[in-house]
């Protein structure tokens, strides 16, 4: 690959002025991409050229030479850039854009060999993006930073498209889970710390682009004056105490963001706190295993959230989302939520009237962000017009309704906040054209009739154009040319255009006519007239163009003063459109308002798996079968063992559960006829033999560990779900410690837990362990095929399904009679001693064995003698064995 030249080793050649302000501003930003404006492109140099060539399969050409060797090049159009540093970005890439910061023209009155002056305008990183091109609209997109300060941590996240930004204090034992809920797209860390045995494999796990930095980066001392300087504050008292890893993270990615802004600030609201305890701990091999935002095989649809995601705007979407990964673990902030739905579910005409309102809704959030690091356009203070327009227009669909809740809350901040925004509304909708354009640059986003001095400017430069055309037919009669033409282009401006024939007419009218340019068929000419109006047209439109650029700041600025009411605008259409999106789903698919309290609680009636329900509904085959699960104090039992044969639905009751936890925490209904839950600290869900061989590890090892953190971290006040485990490794092994597991659950944990399990040894635990109940999942035969009835009954499954599932599957006779011999001896082995010395015993494929086919083809060939054959009778052999084969 090519080599990326440095600077200080090269000057002392003669490196052109272009290149060595090139490689100076490349050696700054190390790590990164540099696009390199000229004109109308960002080139790339160098080993960035070789890398992004390839990356973006785009050509690599050359451009001068550098100490005698060609300069490898490639170069992408500014106005295609984005979506090529998309890609870029996708593929672990982070770009330096650097701009010409000032007009060429400037820079020639310096010398004609000066070079234009140029500018990191900003670091394009995966956890600092605002545009919507290189964004995903439904997703947030989060910036962490996990910072240290002795033996304690912190995770610091930031969100620049809403401006949230919080903070929590962890043990280092708590940073995988939170890791899990946050799911940063970028983490920025102490680069010491990728090193560290154990916390250096849970950060490369957890799925987000890794931004080591220098541990001084890090100082909680830095930290704090990070903070203290980005909200302009002298101390942080007024902001709330926070340790010195809370510092430490915070500032880092305070400082992080200045650095890739290039010093632009971003919007952030104040520093909040959370503990971790304020919401449900799932870590991430249950949020994988339980499918909440992906399928195990990576696609969103299949997912608990693609199938409740009724929103309507993005940043409900995104809401949604965010909630979803964080169930709350307070009783009170849930049921503020579920008071709300409970409202909107039951008032469809409310619900229709918001619904209309939201749909109108841009994504504020994001426009806000954009505007506040300048990279706005007109199409984004368009949006907060109509994102405004819609919050007035929900407003007006609330009065005289009694909110409550969450719902009453949002509506409060939108009254308040309109209020407070109204300077900057009517200014937007005064000023504004409908669908302004995405760009300040070419003007045409202010409408007419509106600003005297722009409609001046607009008006003079439109008369000159009228003038224009006059001026055409005047001068066909002087020149007695009817067919001259007055034209425009980019390079002369407005010409005079004739045929080459009447070239000469005009060349002889010099007072009149100059001479511009002679082309292949016609001749261009210009006049004094002409190029007055021209350079009035130019002026005016230029000035018309600067005074349009002076409004969009004007009302940019206008709208950052605005800032925290417009984003709490933002953050509470963006609720309101959760909670309706919640209510639309609770009627539409019959879910029901769980109740909650602080207890051990868990009694599920008539439950029913959403995602599988939805599929079952969209097949329109039979309908999903409800089942109930009850694991409260004072019920049968906290545990449950669940057995029944392959494809019975163990798998998925075990899982509807657990997701019905899950949504009822989140402030959601719920699927089911009826929910109580005590509210549950910790969510574990475990499958066995979980393939994880991209990770690098043994299905197996895999299992055990995850089954490890289950048994050293569930509470009597945690789910847990486990599923076939133990079936990674060979049968007495892996009974062995499913066995242990749920002893160990029972005695210590004491969690409430569903126990899926296919060794129907384990049944004989449920005489032993008071808390634990044996459950099945009934089974019909008939007509010789086995109906599964996905039905949760008291009691164990019988034991030789699977012999009979095999039968039905058209495993040879032989085949089955010998399992059922063996089984048979397994069973009385279990009773007395030494299972496998009576397999030894039984007679192998006795008397059932089957006598070997003799086979008419070999034998065909066998009788065969190749070289006397002739060529035909050769053909003949060959086709009869063919008819042999059937
Ligand atoms: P197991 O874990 O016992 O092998 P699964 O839970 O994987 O079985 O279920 C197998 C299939 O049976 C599911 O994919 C689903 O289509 C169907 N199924 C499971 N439970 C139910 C139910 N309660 N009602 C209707 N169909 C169900
Ligand atoms: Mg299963």
């Known amino acids: 690959m090519t080599e990326q030249p440095s600077l200080s080793a090269d000057l002392a050649g003669d490196v052109t002025p272009l290149m060595a302000q090139y490689l100076a501003i490349k050696e700054a930003h190390e790590g990164y991409l540099l696009f390199y404006r000229m004109g109308d492109f960002y080139e790339l140099f160098f080993a960035d050229a070789a890398k992004a060539a390839e990356a973006l399969d785009i050509a690599l050409t050359k451009r001068g030479k550098h100490l005698g060797d060609d300069i490898p090049m490639c170069g992408v159009p500014v106005h295609a850039a984005e979506s090529y540093m998309e890609k870029l970005i996708r593929k672990g890439f982070r770009v330096a854009v650097c701009e010409q910061t000032e007009d060429p023209a400037e820079a020639k009155k310096r010398g004609s060999k000066a070079v234009v002056r140029r500018e990191v305008v900003r670091l394009v990183t995966p956890g600092t993006l605002t545009e919507d091109a290189l964004l995903d609209a439904r997703s947030s997109n989060l910036l962490a930073a996990l910072g240290r300060s002795a033996g304690d941590f912190a995770l610091a996240a930031a969100d620049m498209s809403t401006g949230a930004f919080w903070v929590a204090a962890l043990s280092e034992g708590e940073i995988a889970a939170e890791l899990a809920r946050v799911h940063p797209r970028e983490l920025l860390v102490p680069d010491g710390l990728l090193a560290h045995e154990t916390l250096g494999a849970v950060l490369k796990a957890c799925g987000a682009a890794l931004s080591p930095l220098p541990s001084s980066r890090f100082d909680s001392a830095h930290g704090e004056r990070a903070l203290t300087a980005h909200y302009g504050v002298a101390a942080l008292d007024g902001l709330g105490s926070f340790n010195r890893a809370e510092l430490s993270a915070a500032g880092a990615l305070i400082a992080y963001l200045e650095l890739t802004q290039k010093g632009k600030q971003a919007r952030l609201t104040r520093l909040k706190r959370v503990a971790p305890s304020h919401f449900m701990a799932i870590d991430a091999a249950t949020r994988r295993n339980l499918e909440l935002t992906e399928t195990l095989s990576g696609a969103r649809s299949g997912s608990l959230l693609s199938v409740i995601d009724r929103t309507v705007t993005a940043g409900g979407a995104r809401e949604l989302a965010g909630r979803l990964a964080a169930p709350l673990t307070d009783v009170k902030a849930i049921e503020a939520r579920h008071v709300s739905v409970a409202l909107l579910a039951a008032d469809s005409e409310l619900r229709s009237h918001l619904r209309e309102a939201l749909r109108a809704t841009p994504d504020l959030s994001r426009a806000l962000a954009r505007l506040s690091v300048g990279r706005g356009g007109p199409r984004d203070l368009g949006n907060l017009r109509d994102g405004i327009r819609a919050a007035r227009v929900l407003r007006e669909g609330l009065t005289d309704i009694a909110l409550q809740g969450e719902a009453a809350d949002a509506a409060n901040a939108i009254i308040q906040n309109i209020a407070a925004v109204s300077r900057v509304s009517d200014r937007l909708e005064l000023l504004l054209v409908d669908e302004p354009p995405y760009l300040a640059r070419d003007g045409g986003f202010i409408k007419s009739n509106v600003h005297a001095p722009l409609d001046e400017l607009r008006t003079l430069a ?425």
């Open 462 to 886: 439109h008369e000159s154009r009228r003038v224009i055309a006059g001026l055409e037919n005047q001068y066909r009669q002087t020149a007695n040319v009817p067919q001259l033409k007055i034209k425009h282009n980019g390079i002369l401006g407005y010409f005079i255009e004739v045929s080459q024939q009447h070239g000469d007419r005009l060349m002889a009218m010099k007072d009149m006519f100059r001479h511009r340019q002679t082309m292949a068929g016609a001749v261009r000419f210009s006049t004094d007239e002409l190029a007055n109006l021209a350079s009035r047209i130019a002026e005016s439109a230029g000035a018309a163009l600067d005074l349009e650029r002076a409004l969009f700041d004007e009302m940019t600025a206008l709208a950052l003063e605005h800032e925290a009411s417009l984003g709490a605008i933002a953050d509470s259409l963006s609720v309101f459109d959760v909670l309706v999106a919640l209510a639309e789903l609770a009627v539409a698919s019959r879910y029901v308002r769980p109740s909650l309290d602080n207890g051990l609680g868990f009694r599920i009636g008539r439950g029913r798996h959403p995602v599988v329900e939805a599929a079952l509904r969209a097949d329109n085959a039979r309908g999903f079968v409800p089942n109930d699960c009850d694991l409260s104090p004072g019920s049968k039992g906290r545990l449950w063992l669940v057995t029944g044969p392959n494809m019975a639905g163990k798998s998925t009751f075990l899982r509807q559960n657990a997701l019905i936890a899950i949504l009822a925490q989140m402030g959601s209904f719920v699927p089911a006829d009826t929910a109580h839950i005590g509210i549950i600290d910790k969510l574990f869900s475990r499958v066995g033999a979980g393939d994880d061989l991209a990770a690098g590890r043994s299905t197996f090892m895999v299992e055990m560990v995850e089954t490890a953190a289950i048994l050293n971290q569930a509470t009597a006040k945690s789910l847990v779900i486990l599923d076939e485990i133990g079936r990674g490794t060979a049968t007495y092994d892996g009974l062995a410690i499913a066995w242990a597991a749920a002893e160990h659950l029972h005695e210590t944990n004491k969690s409430r837990a569903l126990f899926a399990t296919h060794y129907h040894e384990m049944v004989a635990l449920c005489e032993r362990l008071p808390a634990m109940t044996c459950v099945t999942m009934k089974v019909k035969e008939w007509n010789d095929t086995i109906v599964f009835l996905h039905e949760v009954m008291p009691g164990a499954a019988d034991r030789s399904y699977g012999i009979h599932v095999a039968k039905l599957a058209g495993l040879p006779q032989a085949v089955v009679e010998r399992a059922e011999d063996v089984l048979r001896a397994l069973e009385e082995g279990r009773e007395g001693h030494q299972p496998l010395a009576r397999i030894d015993d039984l007679p192998l494929f006795g008397a059932s064995a089957p006598t070997p086919k003799t086979n008419a083809v070999e034998e065909a060939l066998r009788s065969v003698e190749p070289d006397a054959l002739s060529p035909k009778q050769a053909l003949e052999i060959l086709y009869d064995l063919k008819r042999k084969l059937i």
